[in-house]
């Protein structure tokens, strides 16, 4: 449905998006991933023909952007990072000037507002002006809009951005509820989105494609190495972290033991294990046999967020770059 | 051109639906009405000085009231023009609706077009205002109809031109202020570049007063219509348009 070739960029000094290619089935949602000011924006504006690509080649439907950039925007529904309501319109009449927009017209216009409204769940405020609406009214209006002419392709640039978390959830419901009918693109650098809304992901990084894979691929390239957190406590006051961690290290199959932190007689520990090997139960045995408590044993957080920030590096955490500049 | 059509009536729409609408059609009323009414005092003391003197000499409405109210009115114009252009696409600019109208499947020149054409109806309506005060002429008094029309013709292609120029400067900037004043500032040399012919004959002083809006204004004025000067604020108007399709442009080039 949408093909991307080589796709880059330039603004004057700058390079925005660089020479990036990726293609997007039918259907698929896909989570555009990347740190803020990775060429996301920029990318998506090119999908939509509002900003031209400077080389590389983008197409949408089998059309390409730049020759055929009418065609493009007919099949293409998009909700910019900050929806591009008009404060002084209701929504019915907004949505109205953006269907007609679209080409829609007289019976088929108002069968799709209705539609609209029910979907994105705007009906109660269809009179209203859209100035007083809400944040997360606006966010579902300037959805609406994106889905009146039902595009095959929807572009959503971080749609659940200044969203409360319930209405996150709602957001991101909408998103897959729509995700039948619709190629969905959208944007974001919140990782736990991707997990739950999105079937594959696409990182860039400094205008660069850092990784391209299925949600579920990334994810396991993440728990190749498996840690796991483990609170142990003595019991009777004879405690003594270290032997503990001595213990754990004998286990078969783990790498790495660190203490992380020890209060009066209880300790936390992080357990790699080698890849492949499965040692939570060995973990277990091991501690109670020894005659200490399992207070707790849970899997360290492994999710996207370890790739990502493996893939995109330290400019991703910008609260671990910080102080290191400080002391420089 | 059904999309041009969908544009202006949302640009009309804005228009109306917040008070900029109706605060010009108000203030316009207030000093178009100011005007008429002493032009109309200085008639009636005139007829009656030239009465009492005993000479009647025959006074003529269309004479004494009806050009220069309307070459008043070319002045009015350079106030309220820039305060109708100033937003047309500096706002959409800021708030990013822009983005909207950009990748809906609609052309440039569309969205130009349409909201150059509520620009310009919005401004019909502020003429409006000046018809029912020359209607008191035509009701109390005989003047003739036809200068008035072509003085009309005149005033409105004026006005289309220095519309165009505004909708212009609107497409280069994100604040509207920046496009009033930068707007006010062209129409008011536009319209002052004329003045050279007084005193220069070279060639470059006989460019800049052709290039004058004022200058064409004149044969409207008295009742004639020249085809040379209506191609003029064609002209400009197109130029203006034209210019702002550029910017348009440009502005996916680099943003």
């Known amino acids: 449905m949408i093909k991307v070739t080589q796709l880059t960029k330039k603004y004057a000094r700058t390079t925005a998006v660089d020479q990036i290619s990726f293609e997007v089935a039918k259907g698929q949602i896909v989570g555009f991933l990347g740190p803020n ?6 990318t998506m504006r090119m999908l939509t023909c509002f900003l031209p690509p400077s080389s590389g080649t983008a197409t949408v439907a089998g059309f390409d952007v730049l020759e055929r950039p009418l065609e493009v925007k007919k099949r293409i529904g998009y909700l ?42 705007i009906a109660d405020v269809k009179n209203k002006l859209l100035g007083k609406l809400s944040k997360g009214y606006r966010q579902r209006v300037g959805l609406a809009q994106a889905i009146i002419h039902n595009p095959d392709v929807l572009i959503l640039d971080e749609p659940t951005a200044g969203l409360d978390p319930k209405q996150i959830n709602e957001t991101r419901d909408l998103i897959k509820d729509l995700a039948g009918e619709h190629t969905i693109i959208l944007s974001t650098h919140i990782l736990p989105e991707v997990e739950q809304t999105c079937q594959q992901v696409i990182i860039i990084n400094k205008g660069k494609l850092v990784a391209t894979d299925s949600v579920r691929n990334l994810q396991a390239r993440a728990r190749g190495a498996e840690s796991v957190l483990v609170e142990v406590a003595g019991r009777q006051g004879g405690f003594e972290p270290s032997l503990v961690l001595q213990k754990l290290e004998q286990l078969p199959g783990v ?15 992080e357990v790699e294990s080698k890849k492949e090997s499965f040692v939570r139960g060995d973990l277990a045995r091991a501690i109670v046999e020894s005659g200490w408590d399992l207070n707790e044993l849970r899997p360290a957080a492994m999710s996207l967020e370890e790739v990502f920030l493996q893939l995109t590096g330290s400019e991703a955490s910008p609260a671990e770059e910080t102080p290191v500049e400080v002391q420089a | 051109m059904r999309n041009v059509w969908i544009i202006c009536r949302k640009e009309l729409g ?33 007829s009656i000085q030239s ?27 350079l106030f309220f023009i820039p305060l109708i252009t100033m937003r047309l696409f500096a706002e959409e600019k800021r708030t990013g609706t822009i983005e909207l109208l950009a990748t809906s499947p609609v052309r440039d020149i569309e969205i130009i077009l349409g909201k150059w054409l ?70 008011l040399l536009l319209y002052v570049f004329g003045w050279v012919s007084g005193y ?4 470059w002083a006989r460019v800049l007063s052709y290039m004058s809006v004022a200058t064409h204004i004149e044969s409207f004025q008295k009742g004639v219509l020249d085809s040379k000067d209506a191609i003029f604020y064609l002209t400009v108007i197109f130029l203006g348009l034209f210019f702002t399709a550029r910017s348009m442009e440009s502005l996916r080039w680099r943003s």
């Open chain 1, 37 to 42: 000011g990775a060429g996301k924006t920029t």
């Open chain 1, 80 to 121: 910019p990072e900050t929806p591009p309501i008009y404060p002084e319109m209701e929504t019915s009449e907004y949505l109205q000037f953006v269907g007609k927009l679209k080409g829609l017209s007289g019976a088929d216009l108002a069968k799709r507002i209705d539609y609209v409204c029910g979907r994105c769940a």
């Open chain 1, 255 to 269: 790498s790495r033991v660190l203490c992380k932190e020890q209060i009066d007689a209880r300790a936390v520990f």
């Open chain 2, 14 to 46: 804005s228009y109306f639906a917040s008070p900029i609408a109706y605060i010009l059609l108000i203030m316009f009323g207030l000093i178009f009405g100011y005007f008429f009414w002493n032009a109309l005092g200085a008639f009636v003391f005139e």
């Open chain 2, 51 to 77: 009465q009492m003197s005993g000479q009647s000499f025959p006074m003529n409405l269309n004479e004494w009231i009806i050009r220069p109210l309307l070459s008043n009115l070319a002045v009015i114009n």
């Open chain 2, 118 to 187: 509520a620009a310009v109806l919005l401004y019909a309506c502020l003429l409006l205002f000046t018809a029912v005060n020359f209607g008191f002429l035509f009701k109390y008094g005989n003047p003739d109809w036809k200068p008035l029309l072509v003085g009309y013709l005149g005033v409105f292609l004026l006005a289309g031109a220095l519309l165009a120029i505004g909708t212009f400067i609107s497409s280069l900037t994100k604040n509207q202020i920046i496009a009033g004043a930068v707007t006010f500032g062209i129409c």
């Open chain 2, 200 to 203: 220069e004959t070279a060639s």
